[in-house]
């Protein structure tokens, strides 16, 4: 059997491999404490769940539309308006199955083989597959935790070439939880029409964001000029949704045609049961995402506070729920680089955490504060004495 060389450029997941190593542990006795999950420990609002009972119910089990019903592509436009001022309509949206397949969707609509696609670094570990994929090429933006890893203008300039096409911005950032203000989002946006560059704005975790950082989005300067930016967002985070999958995107009707025909000649559309509760969500409560921030905003500061104190560089995360300290410093001979550290982590006091070589800074390891508080400070106590011997 031959597989296709577009595949063999594919790195396999990393998160995947520590999760195969924490089940191997499991399955041996040990016990084992995941700080490596990108999801919410919440459960999906009873509101939402019933809203989905309702729909099986009725008989609502047929497909639909390709980019999605009606009403919850007026939902995503109204969602804009309700929270950015932003001025949208059904046709401008879209209905995917999570936030990947809207990143994947958008870069096969975008990409051409050869265009360039700026990412600023650290990065979530899918984008430079999902350029891959579409035959584009990653340029790496770097950042330092003293920035806290919100890449500049000049970064960004230093990198740009004439095959620039895409930049990707994600903000709150998965791994370091750092966000850009409206005032520097808007900045880069004008830097990247002034040259001709599409902006792709990953927002997935905008509504966890936490004082005194405030959510932010591109969605009203993409109101202003809609054919430069596409903007991402999701139910995974905000409505403790992930396996619902449901993801949805703003952007010109154009490129929502586009998409379509990608998510038509692929997945169709998304479950239609998933559709019905995705509506509820968007047009319901959102009291669920007020209480999920005070938790995550208290457990962010336990977390903040213990790593602090191994003398580890890391700025406090302003949304999210991941911290992404600089670890280097404690890298042995046997444990040279943050991939090895993670085993040796998880082998020597079974804790679960994500390598930043995954997210293009070795330097650093990723930490998920997504658990309950006496979880989080027991975890954090262990890697602690692997770390420091303390």
Not at 134 to 150: C, R
Not at 333 to 356: H, N, Q, R
Request: aromatic fraction near 8%.
């Amino acid at each position: 059997m031959r597989i296709s060389e577009r595949l063999a450029r594919i790195k396999p997941s990393a998160t995947l491999a520590v999760n195969a190593k924490a089940q191997e542990l499991r399955a041996q006795g040990r016990e084992i404490i995941s700080l490596a999950v990108g999801q919410p420990d919440f459960g999906t609002p009873k509101h939402v769940c019933d809203a989905a009972k309702a729909a099986l119910d009725e008989g609502f089990t047929r497909y639909t539309p390709v980019p999605g019903i009606p009403e919850l592509r007026d939902a995503v436009a109204h969602y804009y308006k309700q929270f950015y001022s932003a001025d949208a309509i059904g046709n401008n949206t879209i209905i995917c199955n999570g936030g990947k397949q809207v990143l994947y969707n958008l870069l096969m609509a975008l990409v051409n083989p050869g265009d360039e696609v700026l990412i600023p670094a650290p990065y979530w570990v899918s984008y430079p597959a999902m350029v891959q994929l579409a035959d584009g090429v990653s340029v790496f933006v770097p950042s330092t935790a003293e920035q806290d890893y919100l890449v500049t203008i000049d970064a960004l300039d230093a990198a740009r070439t004439d095959k620039t096409r895409v930049l990707i911005l994600n903000s709150p950032s998965n791994p370091t939880g750092c966000c850009y203000t409206q005032a520097q989002l808007e900045e880069i946006a004008a830097w990247a029409r002034k040259h001709g560059i599409f902006i792709i704005s990953d927002e997935v975790y905008d509504r966890l964001v936490y004082p005194p950082a405030t959510p932010v989005s591109l969605s009203k300067t993409w109101e202003a000029y809609p054919e430069t930016i596409a903007i991402v967002g999701a139910l995974s985070k905000s409505f403790c949704m992930t396996g619902w999958r449901v993801g949805y995107a703003l952007a010109h009707e154009d490129l929502i045609k586009a998409m379509s025909k990608i998510q038509g000649q692929s997945t169709s559309n998304i479950n239609s049961i998933t559709q019905k509760a995705a509506l509820i969500g968007l047009t319901g409560s959102w009291h669920i995402v007020d209480e999920m921030k005070v938790s995550f905003q208290r457990r962010r500061d336990i977390a903040y506070e213990i790593i602090s104190g191994w003398g580890a560089p890391c700025p406090l995360p302003g949304g999210a729920f991941y911290l992404f300290p600089v670890l280097n410093q404690f890298y042995t001979d046997d444990a040279p680089d943050s991939a090895t550290m993670c085993t040796k982590i998880l082998e020597e006091v079974g804790v679960a955490l994500v390598p930043g070589s995954a997210f293009g800074d070795d330097k650093c390891i990723r930490f998920s504060y997504a658990v309950d508080d006496d979880t989080l400070v027991k975890a954090l106590t262990k890697v602690g004495k692997v770390l420091t011997g303390k």
